[in-house]
């Protein structure tokens, strides 16, 4: 059976770079996970990015090497910029956000995923998991 799996992710930073954070929803056949996860100092377009990585990697934990492999997943986020730039659409002109692309890319080149922008109301539930992160 394939497993039917969506993501919303979103990243927040106070202050651009400053304290920051990622929250992530993993909906696994309909069986919903939420994680709040401080970043430390990042700029937002890091967290952004930390946010999806974290979410692929505890998929990955839950799932197990020969389920992901089977799996369709769907990554929502409300990075505008996050989006194009997996989906190379954007060029990506700052070394620190290169650097998590290729963290990201690194995790994903193997499985069958979608990055798919959203509106940020779309996301509300990410969005106040990133910033109980910053708080934490």
Known sequence: ???????????????????????????????????????????NNQAEYMAVILAIKKLKQLLGKERIKKARIQVYS?????????????????????????????ETVALDILFTHIKREENIKADKLSKEAVLK
């Open 1 to 43: 059976m394939n497993n039917e799996i969506i993501i919303y992710t979103d990243g927040a930073s106070i202050n651009n770079p400053g304290p920051s954070g990622a929250g992530f929803v993993i909906n696994i056949n309909k069986e919903k996970k939420e994680y709040s996860i401080p970043l430390g100092v990042k700029t």
């Open 78 to 106: 409300d990075s505008q910029l996050l989006i194009e730039q997996i989906n190379h659409r954007y060029k990506i002109k700052d070394a620190k956000v290169r650097d998590v692309f290729f963290e990201l890319w690194n």
